[in-house]
């Protein structure tokens, strides 16, 4: 069993920046690949990045290519997801997930285990 915790969303203006954190219990941390999905209000969970195992392999859609990193510390069992040059329709609940694979993938059917999500709001 893996239990995810995100924390680091609020409210920022648009053009502006936040960092996503996401820390998992348990010792296989350092074996799955993660990912990051975000929701925004009446709309379908959609992919945002992923990372492999050690890291080496990202992902990311193509509404956020140039603009977020993902990136992981596995010895601190810890993703973030940097997010610079905010849009409002990137207005969201973010929510980290975790693959009990080592590869990434935008599938959200391939995600075990999930985060709670935390609030991003970016205004114009």
């Known amino acids: 069993q893996v239990q995810l915790v995100e924390s680091g969303g609020g409210l920022v203006q648009a053009g502006g920046s936040l960092r996503l954190s996401c820390t998992a219990s348990g010792r296989t941390f350092s074996n799955y690949a993660m990912g990051w999905f975000r929701q925004a209000p009446g709309k379908e969970r959609e992919f945002v990045a992923a990372?492999?195992?050690?890291?080496?392999?990202?992902y990311y859609a193509d509404s956020v290519k140039g603009r977020f990193t993902i990136s992981r510390d596995n010895a601190k069992n810890t993703v973030y997801l940097q997010m610079n040059s905010l849009k409002p329709e990137d207005t969201a609940v973010y929510s980290c997930?975790?693959?009990?694979?080592?590869?990434?993938?935008?599938?959200?059917?391939?995600?075990?285990?999930w985060g709670q999500g935390t609030q991003v709001t970016v205004s114009s």
């Open positions: 997930a975790a693959r009990t694979s080592a590869w990434v993938t935008t599938r959200l059917s391939e995600y075990a285990y």
């Open positions: 990372i492999s195992w050690s890291g080496g392999s990202t």
